[in-house]
């Protein structure tokens, strides 16, 4: 969850590290702080809320010094304040955290019988006063920073400042992702790539167990044996590091606009030389060795998975079951020997998906990921990692990355399906042409922007909104319904349309509309059933459909929207676009943090 920066440089750190952690924001914002060293001098600053309050906070109190670290937070332990927010220090050390030390209890009563009581409700204090016991003890910095990682259970990304020490900086990485940056005669640690795109394009990622002791002059990693080790350094594209707005008044919104143009840039990526078949990166498939898929996910991962559920069933002909991945693991499932396990996270970081990969790693045939970001541990540890090319995705509700991950598993899906002879060549060339005009269609749905808009505004007035469909739209309506929860605050439900009747009608009622994803398939006829019972009950209905679909039934709705025809099997790629419009001009309607909904954050790095 929050994002951790480290500098020891040669200008002044404080503009530097606010510079990282605002590209770490996204992250966490509960509350932002620094800490340098000046003149050998350990001092900090703080501040509750967004980063532009520490901002302001260092415009009035300003912090003198070439290294530093930095720290952005989503809270875990403790509630948002100047007392929970990091850095934490302890006498001579500071620390910044991601992560959760399931320790901390343990350690702060024996810490607190030695002369060092806690001062805040944080886990990550308990941190810097074993370090600072360990230095007290006449222990080096490094090595009471070693000391204490030895001493933490539980999942973190640290980083460790010294009072005295100008040219030092420790880190350390379980479970939560961590970046060193290579300069000229500078070093830099982060959470992610992105932290540090403004300042070095040479990147080393520590493995897991990985601890490093950095000066300006480079990095000695040692491996959780304590081993010393060499880390690959890598060179990361700058311009997949920009994130700026282009124009829009939110990043959500320029990510909605992005959508053509990145899925047009995933099918590029897949697509042979003819656009006729599929080629997957190396080491490639082969689904004639799997019976059965496993599919794991979080959020709206999940439910680009429960779509993908369809496409396997029903076009490849191979069975699927999904899951939560908070939930996968503690059941300890049987797993065949001939199981294919895809896991799909957009940082690719995320810690409960990660560990189920972790628990299924001896025992599926095969481990894929789809991910937006090439070098992440969900990606390294997969035997094949699928990029989905979205690009940096800044808006904590997913929009791009939901529909990229579409496309790459509808594209696996069809090459499921062909390399088990459920589909010939000529049909599965079909299929990819039609693929191929989805970006034409999404742009035409684009298009329904300010129609979406004038309904969102009465939507905003809602106070409880249904989403329902069918087969494929099922798991859009659950994804229509997260995405307006998560950034408007309105209670949102999505059910399967056949389902209405076994208990959630009795919700309805005038004052609750009920968004009704239906393009004319066929289903169609069957969900219009469902919508007459909620139109019987005084229900207000919103009918997002085609042509044909609102010919037949638009009479009695409250409000429709006309959307492109699209080939049945790809209408969730395109029945997406209404339904994060809904939620973003509903979210804007009502006056909501778009970007940065309360408690949330985008990349979830804690169970």
């Known amino acids: 969850m929050c994002g951790i920066v480290g500098v020891l440089g040669n200008h002044e750190a404080a503009p530097i590290l606010v510079e990282a952690l605002k590209r770490l924001e996204y992250r966490g914002y509960d509350s932002a702080g620094i800490a340098t060293v000046s003149n050998g001098k350990l001092d900090r600053r703080r501040a509750v809320g967004k980063l532009v309050n520490l901002s302001d906070l260092l415009v009035h109190e300003p912090l003198a010094g070439k290294s530093g670290i930095g720290h952005t937070r989503w809270a875990t332990h403790g509630a948002p304040s100047v007392t929970n927010a990091h850095p934490h220090k302890a006498g001579p050390v500071a620390v910044v955290h991601n992560g959760i030390i399931e320790n901390f209890r343990e350690l702060r009563t024996d810490l607190a019988a030695k002369g060092y009581p806690a001062a805040t409700e944080t886990d990550t204090e308990t941190v810097a006063l074993l370090c600072q016991s360990y230095m007290d003890a006449g222990k080096a910095p490094e090595d009471a920073a070693m000391a204490t990682i ?7 990304a640290l980083c460790f400042l010294f009072d005295g020490e100008d040219d030092l900086l420790v880190a350390a990485r379980k479970g939560s992702p961590l970046a060193i940056g290579h300069g000229k005669g500078e070093m ?11 300042m070095t ?5 520590l493995d897991e167990g990985d601890r490093a002791i950095l000066t300006r002059n480079g990095v000695d990693i040692f491996d959780a044996t304590g081993a010393q080790v060499q880390r690959p350094r890598r060179t990361i594209a700058m311009d997949a590091a920009r994130i700026e707005k282009a124009g829009h008044k939110h990043f959500m919104a320029k990510e909605i606009a992005e959508q053509p143009t990145v899925i047009s840039e995933a099918l590029a990526y897949y697509l042979n030389a003819d656009e006729t078949g599929i080629t997957l990166p190396d080491p490639g498939l082969d689904f004639s060795a799997f019976d059965r898929i496993v599919m ?7 439910y680009a998975c429960f779509t993908a559920k369809y496409w396997f069933e029903q076009v490849a002909r191979i069975p699927v079951e999904i899951d939560v991945a908070s939930e996968f693991r503690y059941r300890e499932p049987p797993v065949s020997a001939r199981t294919l396990a ?15 990969l972790r628990y299924m790693s001896d025992k599926a045939d095969t481990i894929v990921s789809v991910v937006n970001v090439a070098e992440s541990s969900i990606a390294r540890e997969s035997d094949i990692a699928l990029p989905i090319l979205a690009g940096v995705e800044v808006g904590v509700a997913s929009t791009k990355a939901f529909s990229c991950q ?6 696996l899906a069809l090459e499921a399906a062909h390399q088990r002879g459920e589909i010939d060549g000529d049909t599965l060339s079909k299929r990819l042409t039609e693929l191929r005009s989805l970006p034409g269609l999404l742009t035409r749905a684009l298009d329904l922007d300010e129609t979406l808009n004038i309904i969102s505004n009465t939507l905003s007035e809602a106070k409880d909104i249904l989403f329902l469909g069918r087969g494929m739209m099922y798991p859009l309506a659950l994804e229509g319904a997260l995405k307006l929860k998560e950034i408007s605050y309105i209670h949102a439900e999505g059910y399967a349309s056949g389902e209405l009747k076994h208990g959630p009608i009795a919700l309805i009622d005038s004052h609750t509309p009920v968004i009704v994803f239906a393009p004319h398939d066929a289903l169609f006829d069957k969900t219009v059933s469902n919508m007459q019972e909620v139109m ?11 042509r044909k679909g609102l010919e037949v039934a638009s009479e009695g709705v409250w409000q429709t929207v006309q ?7 790809f209408a969730p790629l395109l029945y997406a676009i209404p339904a994060q419009l809904i939620a973003y001009h509903t979210a804007v309607a009502k006056g909501t943090d778009v970007d940065q909904p309360r408690n949330l954050a985008k990349s979830v790095t804690v169970e």
């Open 406 to 411: 579409l496309t790459v598993l509808a594209l």
């Open 342 to 356: 895809i896991f799909v996270s957009q940082s690719g970081e995320t810690a409960d998906t990660l560990a189920a």
């Open 188 to 198: 830099f640690v982060g959470s992610d790539a992105i932290a540090l795109a403004q």
């Open 201 to 205: 394009d040479q990147i080393t990622y």
């Open 296 to 302: 794991v996910a979080c959020g709206t991962a999940y």
């Open 563 to 569: 959307m492109p025809e699209v080939p049945d099997l």
């Open 536 to 546: 019987a009950r005084g229900g207000k209905v919103l009918l997002v459909s085609d």
């Open 150 to 156: 030895d001493g933490l259970e539980g999942a973190f």
